[in-house]
């Protein structure tokens, strides 16, 4: 459809760079870290490798930063996405990485699911300094 409300006129491709933190220090990332993103109208589609080489001062609550776009402040755009790969955590067997982006955020916060607690933020002590994930994640931008 070529009518003007259906109109494919914003298309965009490119890279981003997902960095391991807890909202104020930075990990240290590898060489082969990276991501590559698609935007369409505002449904912004990203996925992601992240491997660490250090944890630094990273302490606390994790979370992916680097995202190519924030995500739409509204109770209705929270994004999910799956965790494809993930290497080297420190976590209890049974326990399940997942992702999510929730509204307003410029970041993906990781999470612990565990049949008996239910899920909880993931700890810098649940990753250790040669950590990896990848990922793919889709969301609703601001704008």
Avoid at 20 to 40: C, E, P, Q, V
């Amino acid at each position: 459809d070529t009518a003007a409300a259906n109109a494919l006129d914003d298309y965009e491709e490119g890279t981003w760079t997902p960095v391991l933190s807890d909202g104020t220090n930075n990990a240290t990332s590898g060489g082969t870290t990276g991501g590559f993103y698609t935007k369409i109208g505002r449904v912004v589609f990203i996925n992601g490798y992240l491997i660490t080489t250090s944890l630094g001062s990273v302490s606390g609550n994790l979370r992916i930063t680097g995202m190519p776009f924030a995500v739409n402040n509204s109770n209705s755009n929270i994004g999910a996405g799956s965790v494809a790969y993930g290497e080297n955590f420190s976590i209890t067997a049974g326990h399940t990485v997942s992702i999510k982006v929730n509204k307003n955020q410029t970041y993906v916060s990781l999470e612990l699911w565990d049949s008996s607690v239910g899920v909880t933020p993931m700890q810098s002590g649940e990753w250790t300094s040669d950590g990896q994930i990848a990922f793919t994640l889709t969301y609703f931008m601001s704008g």
